[in-house]
């Protein structure tokens, strides 16, 4: 399972002095990013075919507070992903200095074409290469109502 050290940094701290929510965001996407750099999926190739990761959600449950002075550990795991690619499911979990869970979050994302402007599906090798990450025991093919199942477009829109 791929897993990132960080190092609390008092920036990562809130005014109760335990990491702030949108730290273990930064976490997580740099996470994220970095398996995509270290496996040949960096930001130069993933411009060069117009391709872009946007969250979709991100459910976070916390377990117990992280504080500087130690590291926190964050995993990355596949927890879905839709046929052509297009939807993936991440599960994130983070664990402390003596390899407590902590908290875990699953994030739902897509892709997008950033020229159009639109969702769009993954190239074939882009696509096998996600296919083959570490997988949840939970792992699913995401379908179109797995990706609408927390929400509604409000009407207004």
């Known amino acids: 399972m791929y897993t990132k050290e960080f190092e609390i940094r008092w920036s990562d701290v809130d005014a109760n002095r335990h990491v702030r929510n949108s730290a273990y965001i ?3 996407s740099h996470t994220r990013m970095s398996f995509f ?3 040949g999926f960096g930001q130069r190739r993933l411009a060069s075919m117009n391709l872009g990761p946007v969250a979709l959600y991100e459910h976070m449950y916390y ?3 992280i504080f500087p002075g130690n590291p926190v550990k ?4 596949l927890k879905g992903i ?17 390899g407590k869970n902590v908290a875990r979050c699953e994030m739902l994302g897509a892709w997008i074409d950033l020229q159009t402007r639109k969702l769009t599906n993954l190239p074939a090798d882009l696509f096998a290469y996600l296919e083959g990450m570490d997988k949840t025991v939970d792992f699913k093919i995401l379908t179109k109502e797995d990706t609408r ?4 477009i409000p009407k207004n829109l």
Not at 74 to 77: G, N
């Open 149 to 152: 199942k927390f929400g509604q």
């Open 82 to 98: 839709s046929e052509n690619g297009k939807f993936f499911e991440f599960l994130h979990n983070f664990y402390d200095s003596e």
């Open 26 to 28: 930064d976490f997580m």
């Open 63 to 65: 377990f117990k507070e």
């Open 74 to 77: 964050v995993s990355l795991q």
């Open 37 to 39: 750099m270290e496996n």
